[in-house]
């Protein structure tokens, strides 16, 4: 029985007071349950958010980390920088930093190497465009994407790692899959794995991105392939954020 998982994206938001204040809101406010949950905070309020959760269940989360693991490489975090700091997962491949900064299926399958040299378990993110997902095109994607880390780390590394599929037409634009459109690509990456080995298959959560809410987090949720959230806005609510936890 895989474990259900709920993780906050906080992206470029919030003060340093915002960060611990939500922090300590849903430390106080989670009930005990099945479900882990993780925020994904800036890098610069690591500690601090780290400090307001000391006390609670909820995992850090880092937003990205560098494909490199020292050296002259200015302005990257490195895998061993956010042990430092008390991080336990980090995104990898994000489409905001594949759509953005230039990340490719090869640089995010270094980062995701990188993650699990230190054991910070990296959180994969695969998915398509609009455009590509009206070419028919969206297993194409997710096969790129998911064989690049595969070709670099082996199937073995999805032991100790997450996939979230986030289909990039539906982040942030208030847009959703449909509860059937995300397990079938969700099911789609799981017989992906087992192709190469069942027992990993079984065991890897896959998350679901894009504009997960409230109002549609349960449905998405009870999908038999779906084992929770990468929340991205909703996450900076606390109210909100407690309720998408509570729906699994």
């Known amino acids: 029985m895989r474990q259900p998982l709920i993780m906050g994206n906080w992206k470029m938001n919030g003060s340093r007071e915002e960060g611990v204040q939500l922090a300590k809101a849903l430390a106080d406010g989670l009930n005990a349950g099945s479900q882990e949950v993780a925020v994904c905070v800036p890098f610069v309020y690591l500690s601090d958010i780290r400090g307001a959760l000391a006390s609670s269940p909820i995992a850090l989360g880092a937003q990205n980390v560098a494909d490199q693991a020292s050296g002259a490489y200015t302005g990257e975090i490195s895998a061993a920088m956010l042990v430092d700091c008390g991080v336990k997962y980090a995104l990898v491949g994000h489409s905001e930093r594949r759509s953005y900064y230039g990340d490719t299926n090869q640089t995010v399958a270094s980062r995701f190497c990188q993650a699990q040299k230190q054991n910070v378990v990296p959180v994969l993110c695969v998915g398509e465009s609009l455009e590509e997902r009206e070419q028919n095109k969206t297993f194409q994607v997710v096969d790129q994407q998911l064989d690049a880390v595969i070709d670099a780390a082996g199937i073995e590394a999805f032991e100790n790692a997450v996939i979230a599929y986030e289909p990039v037409w ?79």
Do not use: W
Request: glycine share 14%; net charge positive.
């Open 170 to 248: 539906a982040i942030g634009t208030g847009k959703t899959a449909s509860d059937e459109q995300a397990q079938e690509v969700h099911q789609y990456i799981r017989r992906r794995i087992a192709d190469r080995n069942p027992a990993i298959a079984g065991k890897v959560q896959i998350l679901y991105g894009g504009s997960v809410k409230p109002d549609n987090a349960k449905g998405l949720f009870a999908m038999p392939d779906i084992d929770g959230g990468l929340v991205g806005g909703a996450s900076l609510d606390a109210k909100g954020f407690l309720q998408i936890c509570h729906s699994v």
